[in-house]
Each structure stands twice: as C-alpha cells, then as structure tokens.
C-alpha cells in the first residue's frame, strides 16, 4: 500500500514518517538547512505479513503544492497530519481538496505534536478536523493523537496502516503499463533509474517500454519494486526501472513523463473533461481561462474551453475542453487539478473523459450527447452507450488504447456488450450494421439496374452511400467486412452484388446481336478487331468497345490484345490446339509458326495468342520455344 502523507508546512509530516520507519526523507541539502520538505521525499516499512508500506512524503510550503499534486498520484492511503498546536491551516484545507479531487477515498488524520498541548486543546482540534471533513470522501477517517518526539500514538498509527493495508486488495495486473515518472537520476555501474507509481498494468525485466509523450523507446533492464529487487512490478506498487537504450539518459527523462506500454503511446494536448471548482472560487471559471493543469506527475499550462454555454459556478461542476501548451500522456478516466496560473491557488479538478475531442462544434447536442456515454466510468457500460448515439460506431483501436485496457480486459468488455458488430477496427451496434449493410444492397441493386454493363460500383463510391454516413476509412471497412462475410463481392476496384450478372442495356444489347455474328464461325481464330467491326457496322467506336469490354467483363470474351476479342469458347479450343501441338512434339515444345498453321491465320495473331497464355499461365516460354505448363492446363480446358 503507498502512503502519501498531506497537510501544512511544519506540521511534522516528514517526523512522522522517521517515526514510523527510521527513514529521513528530507534528501536535499536545502531542505537539512531550512528544515522544511521542498520536493517529494520517500520510505519504506516493512510489516510482520511481508507487505510493504511505501511512504511518499509530500512539501508542505504554498509555494511546492505542484510537488505535492505529483506526490499524490498513485497513492493509496491518505495520511493527513494537522498539528495540534497550530490545528487546521491554510494548506491543511488545500491539500485535504485535492485528495478529494483526485478521488482518494481511504485515509486517517494524525494530530500531530500532541506532546504540546493539553487534553482539552486534543480535544477542539479533533472537532475542528471532524468538521473539516464534512463532506469529503474521508469524512468517516480516524484521527489518532500523535507525537514524535515522545512517540506516543506511534505504534497505534503503525497498527492502523497495516490493518488498512491489510484490507487492500492486490490491484492486479489488469490494463496496459502505465507508470508517471516523480524522479529519474543516474547510478554508477547502473544508469539511467526512473521511479513512480505503477498506475496499471504490470512490467517485467527486458520488457520492451516508451517514454511518453517524448516517444523515446526503452529498454527495463533490472526493477525495485517498494524498494526490494523484483522480477516485476504490478499496478500499486512503488517502482524503480533501471533503463537502458539509445537516448536514454538522466537529462531525457523528466518528472510528468510516463513510461508505458509502447500500444499506448499516444499524446495528447487536448482533452474534454468534467470539471469541478471548488466552493472557496471567488468568481466563476469563464471560457478560455488560463490556468495550470496537474495530471499525475506531468504539469502544464492550458487554457479552458467551456463547453457549456454559461461559467462554471464556484461549488459547480460542467464539461469543459482543456487545451494544453504541450502533449501529455494520458488515459481516460485519469483525474487532474485545476490551478491558476502563479500557482497560489487550488481551483478545482476532475476526470479526463475523451483525449480525441473536436476542436469545433463542441456544444452540439449529438456530440455532448456522446460526451455523457464516454463519461461513464465502466467501461463496458460506455462502449454500449457510444454504440448508441452519434457518430454511430466506436474506434476500437482509440476506445481500448485510450483507457488503457489489455487483451484480456477487452474480450471481457466486448463480451458484456450485446450486439455488437464490427469491420476493420470500428464496432457498431448491430441494428446500425444492418442499417449499413441494407443501405449498401439498395446502393448497388439500384447501381446494377442503371447500369447492367458493369460490374459493379467503385468502393469509394459505395462507401459515401452507405446510411448512416460514416468518415470515408470506417465506411470502406464496413465495405470490407461485408465482402469478407460474403454479403458483397469484390472485383478489382469495384464491388457487386453476389447475384448480379453482367447485363447491356437495350441499345448496347442490339449492338452485339451485330457484332456477335463476326466472331465466331469460320472466322473465329482471326476475329476483326475493335475499329475494324466499327467500320464495318458503321457505329461508333467507343460504343463498339464498351459492348466489347461488358461481355469480356462478363466472361463470354476474351480480350487477347488491345482491341483484338476473342470468343470464350474460342479460347478453350485454341488451348486444346497448344495441347495438341506440343504432344505432338518428342521435347513437348513447339514454335509460333504452327500455331499460326493450325489456325490459319498471320503469325502476328498467333504470337498474340501465345502472349496471352504466357501471361494466363497456360504456355511456359523459352526463346521461341513453348511448352505446356499442366497445372494451369485444367484451368482452360474446364476439366
């Protein structure tokens, strides 16, 4: 269990915690001489059942509350600690806000240097507390009297941690790798050592990591976990990472970064969330504040957009887009505090609900409609509610990623959700699907009834049909999915319906009762060409090779050079000639110049004839040699 301690400066935080496990946290120079926490300090205590408390031991001062909001990421347990002589301060009441902010629902309150002060002090100042946490999530905390110089209390204090950290369940393993960086430093022999929480997920030695939002690639060459060497660290602990890789260095790697599963890394620098300010706001939060944001360790400044059309109260909550000066790494559902931009004061937090938002439309009902079914905490219970709104589908791939889910979370997600169909990455819900998919057969039944010369409509062309319209690259894998359940077919670029047949239309069809009659009988091995039948019947060209090109689409021609067809059927016969030819022959090879004499016609006609099956397959050539190749012979036989 990880221990973050909270309260005002020289309230004994940093006794208290020397107290408890005999480890000064104060660690700079600066902080032995002044003799107050200016950065985040750490200890460990073992217990008598083999668990480990880890200790963060946050500053006090005003002026350090950023170091104190990077403290709080990951903690378990609350340690409030108010002094009995000075009783509640300002920044007892600050950071008592910010563990409400960051949704840290379990902790206790020790008084402090009650070696000072008489029964009846111990006494007001407990009501004091009491009252303070009124309306918190630790409103039912216990609050032990405390003295580290005499160490009474002590022992109580350590009985109560370990009891709570008995109650805390393991917090598995579930999620991707996620874990905010509070320190990074070298060591000899050793190098580069990142420590933080481990935020989800878990991380074994060699495992392959990202330094997020910079996207530096790493290495996990050795890790502690609560400050003893370990094969691996889960969601919960403490860590130390030794890395290793190009790049890798003190100097890269900073407080607010995250170290990640590479699948996750993602940053953003704009997130729509809900936004709560607190009750001691003088005026309200108006669009386009400036402000500071706090997410785990990160800090960056940002400004807010409003997405409700009037100010967020003092004491109110609304969504709101947070624009950010630069990227951070982040997950959905992630909490975050609000403060203004000299850092004097705490102004509000919330959770982080969708880390892909538009940069427009904002306020529109379909979209703060999908705003309210992202918000849900559950995942399951978000998916199917997406699924039922605006845009009509989920990114798979983005919705997953984004609150950093596993493999096997995701399979227990999408099992909880009824009905839900997909293609190429996105999930819909199945009476969209059908919607989809019924749209796309009324698009091409009406397509094939216009134009029955064809084979069918151009993807691109399908996909800004279908109904509801989606963004064009969900849209063709809808398409793609349905070819793939054999709904639709693909040929080439186009797709058809499964029952549709080549057709002409009326004028086209009369137009080839003219031509048929010039490609077969007698003449069959030497069909005029394209222009040649155009002058012939006195048509038109193009009109020529459109009924040309639709019966060689629809399989009855063949086209053996530009502009040169050829019967099916005079295909298939021309074929068991090259088959008899090169029986015929003692090496099973045979040239040009007998197939021109077999079918009476010019050797240019039969050189593009044993093109045309060189390219089939049918013919292997060698020089002006030919040979049959046997398994593509069946192919043209029809064997």
């Not at 000639?577 to 009476?600: K, M, N, P, W, Y």
Request: charged letters at 25%.
């Amino acid at each position: 269990m990880i221990v973050g301690t909270a309260g005002h400066i020289d309230h004994g935080k940093t006794a208290l915690v020397r107290a408890l496990t005999g480890i000064d946290t104060d660690r700079l120079k600066e902080e032995k001489a002044r003799g107050i926490s200016i950065d985040l300090g750490f200890a460990y205590l073992p217990l008598a059942d083999g668990r480990t408390l880890g200790f963060v031991d946050v500053p006090g001062h005003d002026r350090f509350i950023r170091n104190m909001v990077a403290g709080a990421s990951g903690i378990d347990f609350a340690l409030l600690v108010v002094a009995a002589d000075d009783g509640i301060m300002p920044q007892t009441r600050e950071h008592l806000a910010i563990i409400a902010l960051l949704g840290i629902a379990r902790g206790a309150v020790a008084i402090s240097k009650c070696d000072l002060v008489d029964a009846r002090r111990l006494e007001c100042v407990a009501g004091d507390i009491r009252a303070l946490l009124a309306g918190t999530p630790l409103v039912d905390a216990p609050i032990l009297p405390v003295s580290s110089t005499t160490g009474a209390g002590v022992e109580a204090l350590h009985a109560l941690l370990a009891a709570a950290a008995a109650e805390t369940g393991a917090a598995g393993e579930g999620g991707r790798f996620r874990l905010a960086v509070d320190r990074c430093f070298s060591l000899a022999g050793a190098g580069t050592i990142v420590t933080g929480a481990i935020l989800s997920g878990a991380v074994a030695e060699g495992d392959r990591i990202m330094v997020s939002p910079g996207g530096l690639p790493a290495r996990v060459r050795a890790i502690h976990a609560q400050n003893r060497p370990a094969a691996r660290g889960v969601a919960g602990d403490r860590c130390a990472l030794n890395l290793a890789g190009d790049g890798i260095s003190r100097q890269a790697i900073r407080r607010g970064d995250m170290i990640l599963d590479p699948a996750l890394h993602a940053p953003t620098d704009r997130i729509d969330v809900r936004l709560r300010l607190l009750p001691g706001e003088v005026r309200p939060l108006a669009h386009w504040t400036p402000v500071r944001i706090h997410h785990d360790t990160a800090e960056r400044g940002a400004r807010i957009a409003l997405i409700a059309e009037s100010p967020i109260p003092p004491g109110g909550e609304g969504l709101a887009q947070i624009v950010l000066d630069a990227p951070i790494a982040a997950a959905a559902g992630d909490r975050f505090i609000l403060r203004d931009t000299s850092g004097g004061r705490t102004m509000g937090g919330g959770v982080m609900i969708d880390l892909r938002p538009p940069a427009r439309r904002r306020r529109a009902p379909r979209r703060l409609a999908q705003l309210r079914a992202m918000a849900l905490d559950d995942p399951a219970a978000s998916l199917a509610a997406q699924l039922e709104c605006w845009p009509h589908f989920v990114d798979a791939n983005l919705f997953f990623r984004d609150r950093a889910l596993d493999d096997a979370t995701q399979t227990a997600v999408l099992a909880d959700v009824p009905h839900v169909r997909g293609g190429e990455g996105a999930l819909f819900a199945s009476a969209i699907w059908d919607a989809l998919a019924t749209s796309a057969r009324a698009a091409l039944a009406d397509f094939h009834a216009r134009q029955p010369q064809l084979l069918g409509m151009a993807r691109t062309r399908l996909a800004g049909l279908l109904m509801p319209r989606l963004p064009l690259p969900i849209a063709q894998g809808v398409i793609t999915a349905l070819v793939g359940a054999g709904d639709l077919v693909a040929q080439g670029g186009s797709v058809r319906l499964p029952e549709h047949e080549l057709g002409l239309d009326k004028a086209d069809q009369a137009l080839w009762d003219r031509i048929a009659p010039l490609l077969g009988g007698e003449a069959r091995f030497r069909p005029p060409r394209a222009p040649d039948i155009a002058e012939g019947l006195g048509a038109r060209l193009f009109e020529v090779r459109r009924v040309l090109k639709a019966m060689a689409r629809r399989g009855e021609l063949v086209e053996i050079a530009p502009d040169h067809f050829f019967l099916r059927g005079t295909e298939t016969e021309m074929a068991r000639i090259v088959r008899e030819l090169a029986a015929g022959s003692e090496t099973g090879e045979f040239i040009a110049a007998q197939l021109r004499d077999r079918l009476h016609n010019g050797r240019k006609v039969a050189i593009q004839i044993l093109d045309h099956f060189d390219r089939s397959g049918l013919t292997l050539r060698r020089g002006d040699l030919r040979r049959i190749n046997p398994p593509r012979l069946a192919a043209f036989l029809g064997d």
